[in-house]
């Protein structure tokens, strides 16, 4: 499973604190225990006005990349933003993100297609998040024929169904499954991401939610997660499911994680 850590997004208090007070220690920190717990990506939110996000992200950057090797995931609503930012990365990360919506496709493509750049794509268009999995299915194809137009490989996209609360939801995730299973089917190469989270909204004991989306999304075909990788009971069943569907050979991933103290008790 490829792990995109969340724990560096301004729209958490305590980093929208140490953000706002230029705190370089809290924010290579929460780096480094991303790294340390087993994640591919860090992620790198500001949440702060468009106007500002350049410098801060700039500096939030600096702070990641003094903590840790690990690509960052550069995640901003705004094209212009992510333009001038992913020079400023070491190495190349991830995009998060583009979709159906507007030009931003046409901007971020072109400008990360003869690099190693990964991108987050979500399936939402001018209209909004579709409401069902065939009007998502149709912005995936958007997304694959400006690949293909951009010479993009889909082994750098990471589709994103987009979760949506559960307590809202009119048929569980059986919509998000299809539209996981159908891509999946149809690309076996590309990646299925999601935020693990957005599906517990609003819910009580969310953890409870979030561990049994994860397994259903696995099953499914989701390889790729936004989440806490801190989280040593979701990380763990992260390696038990990939060991159940035949991912990990003779267990050998499972096992190690374990003894390295990534789930279980520890070290």
């Known amino acids: 499973m490829i792990i995109i850590g969340e724990k560096i997004n301004g729209s958490i208090p305590s980093v929208a604190e140490a953000v706002a007070k230029r705190d370089a220690d809290f924010i290579q920190s929460r780096a480094a225990m991303q790294a340390a717990a087993g994640a591919t990506f860090i992620d790198c939110c500001a949440s702060v006005p468009e106007a500002q996000e350049p410098e801060t992200l700039k500096w939030m950057i600096d702070c990641i990349q003094k903590a840790t090797e690990l690509p960052i995931s550069l995640d901003s609503p705004s094209a212009e933003v992510l333009l001038e930012m992913f020079p400023c990365c070491k190495k190349p990360g991830l995009i998060n993100s583009v979709s159906g919506e507007g030009d931003k496709i046409d901007r971020i493509f072109p400008a990360v297609a003869d690099t190693k750049w990964e991108i987050i794509c979500l399936l939402s268009d001018d209209s909004g998040i579709p409401k069902t999995a065939a009007d998502r299915l149709k912005v995936f194809d958007y997304i694959l024929r400006k690949a293909e137009e951009y010479k993009i ?9 987009l979760v949506e609360m559960l307590c809202t939801s009119e048929d569980g995730i059986a919509m998000n ?9 149809r690309c076996p190469d590309i990646h299925i991401t999601a935020a693990v989270s957005n599906i517990s909204f609003n819910l009580p004991v969310r953890k409870m939610v979030n561990l049994g989306f994860t397994v259903l999304a696995m099953n499914a075909g989701l390889d790729s997660a936004i989440l806490d990788p801190t989280n040593r009971d979701l990380m763990g069943v992260i390696y038990a499911t990939e060991a159940l569907l035949g991912q990990d050979d003779y267990c050998m991933e499972y096992i190690s994680a374990y003894r390295n103290g990534i789930f279980g008790p520890g070290k």
């Open 177 to 185: 499954t299809e539209v996981i299973q159908t891509i999946r089917r």
């Open 153 to 161: 490989d889909v082994c750098r996209l990471h589709i994103d169904p």
